[in-house]
């Protein structure tokens, strides 16, 4: 389970208040899932309504960072670009 | 004086290694060390590759063959399952694949001379809303069509099946009906791999656990091999069967396999007597139940709601399975869950499992097979060895080629599934 804050409306919740919306990239550039630090987009779904960026580790599962859409960090360690 | 290790399992074999407290088995499977070049390499120790690589050595004379397995056999996906076999999908593709798989298990505790405590002991899919209802009708009617046995069965039948099904004024649907396979049933998982494993290794199979493949290599568009944690394998036909570990095997060389990985759970209660002699699949609660022969109860669900390798499994997952069970058994609400697990799941975008070539000459992949890939072990095996071998079942995964996501041809089985994952 995961507990995902909101870099909008800063709400902390568990992960059944959001929705994953797949792995952070332009529509038409899917990209793969694999193991190691993921970037996807994630719906404020019962807070504020926004999209955001959410950073993990699809293994561990421990969240590295959010943001809000415009506002990509550079990468975090271990992650491949 | 030392005696000829037993290889059989037959009942004099089990009396005669009874009288000397059974010392004298021989290892299901040895533990082979990787020799430096195969015919075939088969990357993923799952019920998948071993049955193909045993369908390989015994109908198509390919024994120079090895399984390599990251893990230990058995570890994977092939033991994180609920055991249902089914075959009442609805398009003619699935009920193809799936019903050569179904009509292979009838006879497979024979054929690798190993009880995989298959029991088709028939398998309802209920209805609690009209919706459903007409897709199991419709369903029926194609499974009809291509000869597979199935039917609707009215709310009377169903609890004639169900005793134990909620029907008092308390339920909180109304019960339109099921879908109805007899021949439905489950196996026991750990078995089906053991077996293949062990035919396979009988038939000069190399069987390597602990040994991952790190990546694939390639000669001039041809695969020449594989490169390993235990050094380079070189082979002239190599064959991905590593579930949701297949696309990063794959991205290397370009080739982009639609497959997401969901972690799936599962759950094991204690064992009571028996009280569930069918199979119960119901879409409308997201919950699949059934009883082992141990007497507990095996129970799941819908897939996590993010993807991920993690095979941890999220709490709301389990409160909605225990949920849904009790939704349809509501007397079961004091018996106690001694297990559960999490298997990581290769979905697909239309849950349709993706085998065949891929990129270089001699790969193939055979992966994707997401919520429902125990069922079909024996019928992927048969026909991916078949391909590999230019044999005459290779038709039967034909349209399950990775071309289809770029042609359009998808094979939608996700309004058919038992749970909407």
Not at chain 2, 14 to 31: C, D, I, S, V
Not at chain 2, 99 to 128: I, Q, W
Not at chain 2, 292 to 309: L, M, N, Q, R
Request: net charge neutral.
């Amino acid at each position: 389970m995961l507990l995902i804050t909101c870099p909008v409306c800063a709400v902390t919740a568990e992960e059944t208040e959001f929705s994953c919306g797949g792995p952070y990239a332009p529509p038409g550039h899917g990209r793969l899932y694999m193991r190691g630090v993921v970037r996807e987009w994630w719906l404020c779904e019962a807070g504020c309504g926004s999209w955001f960026g959410l950073a993990r580790h699809s293994v561990n599962q421990r969240i590295l960072g959010v943001w809000a859409a415009g506002k990509e960090p550079p990468p975090f360690p271990g992650e491949t670009a | 004086m030392p005696r000829r290790p037993t290889r059989r399992y037959t009942l004099t074999s089990l009396l005669r290694e009874a009288r000397r407290q059974h010392r004298g088995w021989e290892p299901a499977w040895p533990k082979a060390e990787p020799k430096s070049s195969y015919e075939v390499i088969v990357v993923g120790g799952g019920g998948h590759g071993l049955a193909a690589a045993y369908y390989l050595a015994k109908l198509h004379g390919i024994r120079n063959i090895t399984v390599l397995e990251k893990g230990w056999l058995g570890g994977g996906n092939a033991a994180r399952n609920t055991t249902i076999i089914r075959s009442d999908y609805l398009r003619p593709e699935s009920m193809a694949l799936y019903g050569l798989s179904h009509s292979l298990f009838e006879h497979l505790s024979t054929e690798l001379d190993f009880n995989v405590l298959y029991s088709p002991r028939g398998l309802v899919e209920l209805a609690y809303t009209r919706q459903h209802m007409e897709r199991l009708a419709r369903t029926a009617d194609a499974n009809t069509h291509y000869g597979i046995r199935s039917w609707m069965i009215p709310p009377d039948e169903v609890r004639k099946l169900l005793p134990l099904l909620d029907d008092g004024p308390h339920r909180r649907y109304p019960l339109y009906g099921g879908l109805w396979q007899p021949r439905g049933g489950i196996a026991r998982h750990d078995a089906v791999v053991w077996a293949y494993a062990r035919m396979a290794a009988r038939l000069g199979i190399d069987i390597v656990e602990n040994c991952a493949v790190e990546r694939i290599e390639t000669i001039g568009g041809r695969v020449s091999g594989v490169r390993t944690s235990r050094g380079v394998i070189s082979a002239d036909i190599v064959l991905v069967a590593a579930a949701a570990d297949t696309p990063a095997l794959l991205a290397p060389l370009g080739i982009s396999l639609p497959v997401e990985p969901v972690a799936l759970q599962a759950f094991v209660s204690e064992p009571l007597k028996p009280a569930l002699d069918v199979v119960v699949i119901a879409g409308d609660v997201e919950g699949y139940i059934s009883q082992s022969d141990k007497g507990e109860f095996v129970i799941g669900g819908a897939t996590d709601p993010s993807p991920g390798y993690s095979r941890r499994g999220a709490f709301a997952r389990i409160e909605d399975t225990a949920a849904s069970l009790l939704e349809l058994f509501p007397s079961l609400s004091r018996v106690r869950m001694m297990r559960h697990w999490a298997g990581t799941v290769d979905i697909t975008p239309d849950r349709s499992p993706i085998i065949g070539p891929a990129g270089p000459q001699g790969l193939y992949v055979n992966c994707g097979w997401g919520t429902g890939g125990f069922k079909a072990i024996p019928g992927s095996g048969y026909a991916t060895a078949s391909l590999l071998a230019g044999g005459k079942a290779a038709h039967v995964i034909e349209p399950f080629g990775l071309d289809r996501f770029r042609q359009g041809r998808l094979i939608e089985e996700s309004a058919a599934s038992a749970v909407a994952h």
